[in-house]
């Protein structure tokens, strides 16, 4: 039982680290800033609930496992509130998509 | 400070909000020393007045129903998180990435600033889209291909949300 849960909870970790490390390849393949954002999305969801769902069956029903879901719930809280100011400070400072298909009647 | 409190904000609401941020910091903390329950008590205070500035007592921004809603709306969410995580993995290790980056504007049909915040938040957090901007309830969305900006426009996440706050 013990290893069965050691198992889960390094596919979980293992999968976590994959998707944080795509994340990252991402923020480097891809072109612009608006794009990269996309790429960082990966690090902020998948691979952050795989980690913290990996310690909670490491941590099992305790109150450390309760303290873990409140910080994912945080996370995903917080992270898109982020990741909007940055978006938007770029659009407010002139920084346009590159390459991008912009609805007609916004002004360039 | 003081006047703004007695005279606009609802006392029994920031008294009970008091109450649940000092419950919320025992159970974090677990440490019953006085000098750690006297920093939970200046950081609700700092939190309080932090929330005052913002505004936050003035509108009804929690209700109880909301709550409730929310639940099936994050599992459905999550469902949507992971499609789209699986996505995007896989334009980001392609050979050359298939991008085509589409900005779209995209009208809110929740009426409120909170629904209108939780569907902007909700399109930022599903990788493949983000919200640029909110200008009274039309979004801008910034989309990794035209297909996320053509199945976002077909708008299903936008009625999940809208449906969250009918009463």
């Known amino acids: ?108 | 400070m003081a006047r703004m409190l007695l005279s606009t904000e609802p006392i029994m609401r920031i008294l009970l909000t008091l109450l649940l941020w000092f419950l919320a910091w025992l159970l974090w903390s677990g440490m019953y020393k006085p000098l750690l329950l006297g920093l939970g008590v200046l950081s609700c205070l700092l939190v309080l007045v932090l929330s005052l500035r913002m505004g936050f007592f003035r509108q009804d921004v929690f209700s109880l129903h909301l709550v409730w809603r929310l639940l099936p709306f994050w599992g459905w969410l999550g469902k949507e998180l992971i499609v789209a995580n699986l996505q995007i993995a896989r334009i980001v290790m392609s050979r050359r990435p298939a991008i085509s980056p589409t900005v779209i504007k995209l009208d809110a049909l929740s009426p409120d600033p909170v629904g209108q915040a939780i569907l902007g938040n909700s399109i930022t957090l599903t990788p493949g889209t983000v919200t640029v901007d909110d200008h009274e309830g039309e979004l801008l969305v910034h989309c990794l291909t035209r297909e996320l900006a053509e199945s976002l426009q077909e708008g299903e996440m936008n009625r999940r949300v809208a449906a969250l706050g009918k009463d």
């Open chain 1, 1 to 108: 039982m013990a290893q069965a849960l050691d198992v889960l909870s390094w596919i979980l970790l293992l999968g976590g680290a994959g998707f944080v490390l795509i994340g990252g390849i991402g923020v480097l393949r891809l072109p612009d800033l608006y794009t990269r954002m996309h790429a960082a999305s990966l690090t902020d969801t998948l691979g952050t609930l795989l980690i913290i769902g990996g310690t909670m069956v490491q941590a099992g029903l305790t109150l450390a496992s309760v303290k873990l879901a409140a910080i994912a719930v945080f996370l995903l809280l917080t992270g898109p509130t982020a990741t909007y100011a940055l978006a938007n400070a770029a659009l407010l400072a002139g920084l346009l998509p590159r390459d991008a298909d912009m609805p007609e009647d916004l002004p360039k």
